[in-house]
């Protein structure tokens, strides 16, 4: 089955600093990878998504992901963080083995510092 | 406007006691799923529904059940709600089960 790890839980950074979130996932076939955001009391919105093609993927609100196949990563940056950007971020696969099934990682609350 | 709406938002209810929450969007989606969101777990995928009357379990299906009778709907039933049911609940559509899933905003159940 596939699975997602995102190592970091809480990350607290202080406005303008560069961010990296890590992603790593367990499966070695053709894959899906998905970077969703949770601003307090909203819902899930896509902020990149990865199908195929270029491995570095440019998201919305100047977030970016780059697809490394041999460490079977997918971590997300911006390399200036806003005080808007607090939200809880979650990693998410698919896997053309579970093709029908989403599977996230525990998420990484990012609290950014005024 | 598209969307997928959840209803109800927040429900409190007792142990035992059969609850729906309801699922509808408008993009006429094929594909429709409901997830929980518990802290330092993530989300889990309940179920998924490929298409009216095709329905299937996610990872963590036990103690609840779906239909979708309608392509539109996709409600999440409850049968005899427990407290470790205490969750905060997603639904999410798409196009297909390839692409990518547009998500409610969700319902904030306690289970006493």
């Known amino acids: 089955a596939q699975s997602v790890s995102q190592h970091n839980h809480h990350v607290i950074l202080s406005e303008a600093a560069s961010l990296e979130l890590g992603c790593n996932y367990s499966?070695?076939?053709?894959?899906?990878l998905f970077w969703y955001v949770q601003y307090p009391g909203q819902h899930l919105q896509l902020l990149l998504k990865y199908f195929s093609g270029d491995p570095l993927v440019k998201g919305i609100k100047g977030f970016e992901a780059e697809f490394i196949k041999s460490k079977f990563s997918f971590n997300l940056r911006k390399p200036s963080v806003q005080w808007s950007d607090t939200a809880e971020y979650f990693c998410?696969?698919?896997?053309?083995?579970?093709?029908?099934?989403?599977?996230f990682g525990s998420g990484t609350q990012l609290t950014v510092l005024p | 406007e598209a969307q997928v709406t959840q209803n109800p938002r927040y429900l409190i209810t007792v142990t035992g006691k059969k609850l729906t929450v309801t699922c509808s969007q408008n993009m006429n989606h094929e594909y429709m799923s409901w997830y929980r969101q518990d802290p330092g777990l993530g989300l889990r995928q309940i179920y998924y529904?490929?298409?009216?009357?095709?329905?299937d379990k996610g990872d963590v299906p036990e103690g609840y059940k779906v239909s979708r009778k309608e392509k539109r709907n996709f409600p999440l039933i409850l049968e005899s709600p427990s407290p470790n049911q205490t969750s905060l609940y997603f639904c999410?559509?798409?196009?297909?089960?390839?692409?990518?899933?547009?998500f409610g905003p969700g319902t904030r159940l306690l289970v006493l």
């Open positions: 499966y070695g076939g053709t894959v899906n």
């Open positions: 998410a696969v698919r896997s053309s083995g579970s093709a029908r099934q989403l599977t």
């Open positions: 529904s490929m298409n009216v009357e095709v329905t």
């Open positions: 999410a559509s798409s196009p297909g089960y390839q692409e990518t899933q547009y």
